[in-house]
């Protein structure tokens, strides 16, 4: 009996992507106990929310600009100390005042809609990627940029 691959990486990836961190993480560790090759090869391949933050600051300017407001700042919701300090220094002094007051503006909001929100901007990003109009860091580019 031979076993059948289904959707292989990509589709690991694809479903991953859905998670929230924890699950991802902790399925990504079971993934690793029986092939610590494969799950690398999937962490290296996933571009999560977070990752927005590894843009440059003129590509994370274009997503922000092309972004809903009331989307974008949902999707900042929830962001970790890190992404803020990040941030912080992505942006000017200015700007990220107001991103912190648009944030705070919003008030609360349901954790399912705040991953909606993030999985809007992912889409963005990606859309944007694909297009050209933004450079994804090499790590998770399909392509290679020449100088």
């Not at 999560?48 to 009331?70: G, N, P, R, Y």
């Not at 954790?111 to 990003?125: A, F, G, W, Y």
């Amino acid at each position: 009996m031979s076993e059948n691959k289904v959707g292989g990486v990509k589709a690991a990836i694809e479903a991953l992507q859905g998670l929230d961190p924890e699950d991802r993480q902790r399925i990504l560790a079971e993934i690793a106990l029986n092939d610590p090759k494969l799950a690398e090869e999937i962490r290296n391949s996933m571009f999560q929310f977070e990752d927005i933050i590894s843009l440059s600051a003129a590509d994370f300017q274009k997503v922000k600009q092309q972004a809903k407001a009331k989307v974008f700042h949902t999707a900042l919701r929830n962001i970790s100390e890190d992404f803020k300090a990040s941030l912080k220094a992505l942006v000017s002094a200015r700007a990220y005042q107001m991103i912190l007051d648009e944030i705070q503006a919003i008030g609360p909001q349901k954790l399912s809609h705040v991953k909606e929100c993030q999985k809007e901007i992912l889409d963005l990003v990606k859309a944007l990627a694909d297009e050209g109009s933004i450079a994804l860091p090499s790590k998770w580019s399909k392509d290679e940029y020449v100088a």
